[in-house]
């Protein structure tokens, strides 16, 4: 039991470059959630999904988009990075109120 | 959109002291959370509370559920330095929505 991993770790990216975050748990969980969290503002909701082929957006959705093919996985895409989207990507998911983070995805865009 | 105001964002106590923070806002929610993240971690949840007026306790933690449901506060005594961190609260209705955090820092 993983709980949630997400992938990759670390990232560099140029503007205007695409990219694709990973995110994956193994506890049937239901909600799927990604979050960016920078320096003061806490945790902001991107994009969530309440169940597999369902995605919704959040409070600060654009830049992204999201995919849940799979109950399994959360991809977020960033289709032209800005160095706006400097920041720690965090995905959870949840089942009711029992929820688990992963570790984080630290993304610089130059 | 649906907003919580978290206080204090940073708060600097000696070791041993009780700590509280509170979350406000303007929508209600049925559930409370209460998270902590350690540097370089994704957050952990500490303490959920399910219904108006519930106090909830885990270990040094004490959390309540407001009558309102439109806030809750978390407690935590005789701080040690493994408190150190930043503790969030969430509101869950449809979606989990966070506050900005409380920095706790403690002085040796």
């Known amino acids: 039991n993983a709980g949630v991993t997400q992938t990759p770790k670390f990232r560099v990216l140029k503007t205007g470059q695409s990219m694709t975050l990973l995110c994956a748990q193994d506890?049937?969980?239901?909600?799927m959630y990604w979050y960016r969290q920078d320096p003061g503002m806490g945790l902001r909701l991107i994009h969530y999904s309440v169940g597999e082929g369902t995605t919704a957006k959040g409070e600060v959705p654009d830049g992204y988009n999201v995919s849940r093919l799979k109950k399994q996985n959360f991809l977020l895409g960033l289709e032209s990075a800005a160095p706006s989207q400097t920041s720690v990507y965090f995905c959870?998911?949840?089942?009711?109120?029992?929820?688990?983070f992963g570790p984080g995805t630290r993304l610089t865009v130059l | 959109g649906q907003q919580l105001n978290q206080s204090p964002q940073s708060m600097f106590i000696q070791e041993g002291e009780d700590v509280s923070m509170n979350c406000t806002s303007s929508?209600?929610?049925?559930?409370w959370l209460w998270y902590k993240q350690d540097p370089g971690e994704g957050p952990v949840l500490l303490i959920a509370?399910?219904?108006?007026?519930e106090l909830t306790s885990n270990g040094r933690l004490t959390a309540q559920f407001g009558i309102t449901r439109k806030d809750s506060f978390l407690n935590i005594s005789a701080s040690i330095p493994s408190d150190v961190g930043i503790y969030f609260c969430a509101g869950l209705w449809d979606k989990i929505i966070f506050g900005k955090g409380t920095r706790l820092h403690i002085l040796p």
């Open positions: 929508s209600i929610f049925n559930t």
């Open positions: 506890m049937n969980h239901e909600y």
């Open positions: 509370l399910y219904k108006a007026g």
């Open positions: 959870a998911s949840s089942l009711g109120t029992t929820s688990h």
